[in-house]
């Protein structure tokens, strides 16, 4: 059995399994929740922990009582409520840059009050649904701009670092700015090269490559902020110098370069585009690790895993007692141990109402691997999932 610290258990919680305080005397059963006076008189019996082959989860009861089953419900309803939200507001993020750059190719202007004024807006948002703008889910369409939807997911990190990062209110909004606007050169570009759907050629990848540098001077014209157009313009430099345009190292990159150039990548890496597949949270993470200290800041990188996890919101993972979950929240004093929807139970059985567990660093149960493109497809069709 699996040893299970009295701190990990959660008053009014329930364990799927029976609880022991040794191998002979049962504690708890399945459908008896975890009491205050319970774990009082434990810890006035001197013990630290209790033994179990379930898991910890919150709601009622693993039984099929009408009070589970809508306790289950309310709580669909209500993160559906809270998805639809998130949707709506990254849609109306997406609708206003692409006017913005459709009065810049028209009018020519880039005027920087209205700019500044939603990257408030998403500051403010942010502090209501972090978790859930950070892993919005992004496709884009052979119809829909890339540039607009990479930019925008590209905002929501940038300022969830700044933030932590304890930036000052109008830091943040230079550095969102700058990452609304950083691939504005593209759009300079011809359009066949950056909608392409296939292999850049070389020729055609050195053209590319200009627009940090076409942004820089479009914005610096326009009369922006300097420390913003510095940071579109760095946003390509690696700190071991090969990066582009100007092969800048280390202390050379401006903090705002830095920042911008981890949540751009990240952003693209996780972006499913008609041509190719994104990756999964968890997997862009450990993609970007691999530059750790040679394309990226490791500081950045660090911040970048507090902030998301090293598991994101929407990875499918393997505990290491077989059970199979879905990562529903992110903990940053903890961002190895996620909160987590049980799906699948150690016997390979579907559970029916999906209990809730709080993974903990003390707990014998622990996140073991995240599951393959081709386990999740099984999993999903399994469970009926979208």
Same mark, same amino acid.
């Given at each position: 059995m699996?040893?299970?610290s009295?701190?990990s258990l959660?008053i009014?919680s @329930?364990?799927d399994?029976?609880?022991y305080?040794d191998e002979?005397?049962?504690?708890?059963?399945?459908d008896?929740s975890i009491?205050?006076e319970?774990?009082?008189?434990?810890?006035k019996?001197?013990f630290?922990?209790?033994k179990?082959?379930?898991?910890? @989860? #919150?709601g009622? *009861?693993?039984g099929t009582?009408h009070?589970g089953?809508?306790?289950t419900?309310e709580t669909?309803?209500?993160?559906s #409520?809270e998805?639809?939200?998130?949707?709506?507001?990254t849609k109306?993020?997406i609708? $206003?840059?692409?006017?913005?750059y459709d009065? @810049?190719?028209e009018?020519?202007?880039?005027p920087l009050?209205?700019?500044? +004024?939603?990257?408030?807006?998403? %500051?403010?948002?942010l502090?209501?649904?972090k978790?859930?703008?950070?892993?919005i889910?992004t496709e884009?369409t052979?119809?829909?701009?890339? %540039?607009?939807h990479h *930019?925008?997911?590209?905002t929501?990190?940038v300022?969830?670092?700044?933030d932590f990062?304890?930036?000052p209110?109008?830091?943040?909004?230079?550095i969102g700015i700058?990452?609304?606007?950083? =691939?504005?050169g593209?759009?300079?570009?011809?359009a066949?090269l950056?909608q392409?759907?296939?292999?850049?050629t070389?020729?055609?990848?050195?053209v590319?490559?200009t627009?940090?540098?076409i942004s820089? =001077?479009?914005?610096k014209?326009?009369?922006?902020?300097?420390?913003?157009?510095?940071?579109?313009?760095e946003?390509h #430099?690696?700190?071991?110098? *090969?990066?582009?345009?100007?092969?800048?190292? /280390?202390?050379?990159?401006?903090?705002?370069?830095?920042?911008?150039?981890?949540? *751009?990548? $990240?952003?693209?890496?996780?972006t499913?585009?008609?041509?190719?597949?994104?990756?999964?949270?968890?997997s862009?993470?450990? +993609?970007?690790?691999? /530059? =750790?200290?040679?394309k990226?800041?490791?500081?950045i990188?660090?911040?970048l895993? $507090?902030i998301m996890?090293?598991?994101p919101?929407g990875?499918y993972?393997?505990?290491?007692?077989?059970?199979?979950?879905l990562?529903i929240?992110?903990?940053?004093?903890?961002p190895?141990?996620?909160?987590?929807k049980?799906?699948?139970? +150690?016997?390979? %059985?579907?559970?029916t109402?999906?209990p809730?567990?709080?993974t903990?660093?003390?707990d +014998?149960?622990?996140?073991?691997?995240?599951l =393959?493109?081709e386990?999740i497809?099984?999993?999903?069709?399994?469970?009926?999932?979208?």
């Amino acid at each position: 059995m699996n040893k299970v610290s009295l701190g990990s258990l959660k008053i009014e919680s @329930f364990i799927d399994k029976p609880v022991y305080l040794d191998e002979k005397y049962i504690l708890l059963s399945p459908d008896i929740s975890i009491s205050t006076e319970m774990i009082e008189r434990l810890q006035k019996w001197d013990f630290s922990e209790v033994k179990t082959d379930g898991i910890p @989860f #919150e709601g009622n *009861s693993l039984g099929t009582s009408h009070n589970g089953a809508t306790a289950t419900i309310e709580t669909t309803e209500k993160e559906s #409520e809270e998805q639809k939200i998130t949707n709506e507001f990254t849609k109306g993020c997406i609708t $206003f840059l692409t006017r913005f750059y459709d009065n @810049f190719r028209e009018l020519d202007t880039l005027p920087l009050a209205p700019i500044s +004024d939603k990257v408030k807006e998403i %500051i403010f948002e942010l502090k209501n649904h972090k978790d859930l703008l950070l892993n919005i889910s992004t496709e884009v369409t052979e119809s829909e701009s890339y %540039i607009i939807h990479h *930019s925008i997911k590209t905002t929501f990190l940038v300022l969830s670092i700044a933030d932590f990062l304890k930036f000052p209110i109008h830091k943040q909004i230079e550095i969102g700015i700058a990452a609304m606007l950083h =691939k504005l050169g593209m759009l300079l570009l011809p359009a066949q090269l950056y909608q392409k759907q296939a292999a850049l050629t070389p020729k055609e990848l050195q053209v590319i490559r200009t627009h940090p540098v076409i942004s820089y =001077k479009t914005l610096k014209k326009a009369e922006f902020p300097v420390s913003i157009y510095i940071a579109i313009l760095e946003h390509h #430099e690696h700190i071991d110098g *090969s990066g582009y345009p100007r092969k800048l190292t /280390g202390n050379k990159i401006s903090l705002n370069g830095k920042i911008l150039a981890v949540a *751009s990548a $990240f952003a693209a890496a996780t972006t499913k585009r008609p041509f190719r597949k994104g990756l999964d949270g968890h997997s862009g993470i450990m +993609d970007l690790l691999k /530059g =750790k200290g040679t394309k990226y800041d490791e500081n950045i990188l660090r911040t970048l895993v $507090f902030i998301m996890s090293l598991y994101p919101i929407g990875t499918y993972v393997r505990m290491s007692n077989s059970a199979l979950a879905l990562v529903i929240k992110t903990n940053l004093s903890t961002p190895k141990h996620p909160i987590l929807k049980l799906l699948i139970d +150690d016997q390979g %059985i579907p559970y029916t109402n999906k209990p809730v567990l709080q993974t903990r660093p003390e707990d +014998d149960i622990q996140i073991l691997e995240t599951l =393959k493109k081709e386990e999740i497809d099984v999993l999903k069709a399994k469970l009926d999932l979208p």
